[in-house]
């Protein structure tokens, strides 16, 4: 990755973060520590936010990533990343 890309991801993630809550950002942190996803658990990578919002499958691979998993934030929430990340 280019570091122009690597800028723009960089300041993606950041307004992806801004989107959070005090406490679903807590939630967050705690839930890129654990990696505990299941199969049909989404989430979005925010170290790979072109990708879009991804969905566990039985062969997947946490990879190194940082996870944002659709359970660790309000419903509201989530509807605004989805529209972030799609825009």
Request: net charge negative; proline share 2%; glycine share 4%.
């Amino acid at each position: 990755m280019t570091p122009d890309a690597k800028k723009r991801n960089a300041i993606t993630r950041e307004s992806i973060l801004a989107l959070l809550s005090d406490a679903e950002v807590a939630k967050v942190s705690r839930a890129e520590d654990s990696r505990r996803l299941i199969e049909g658990d989404e989430y979005v990578d925010l170290e790979n936010l072109s990708a879009g919002v991804r969905q566990v499958h039985a062969t997947w691979n946490a990879g190194s990533g940082h996870l944002l998993p659709r359970s660790a934030v309000s419903d509201s929430t989530w509807a605004k990343i989805v529209h972030a990340v799609a825009s």
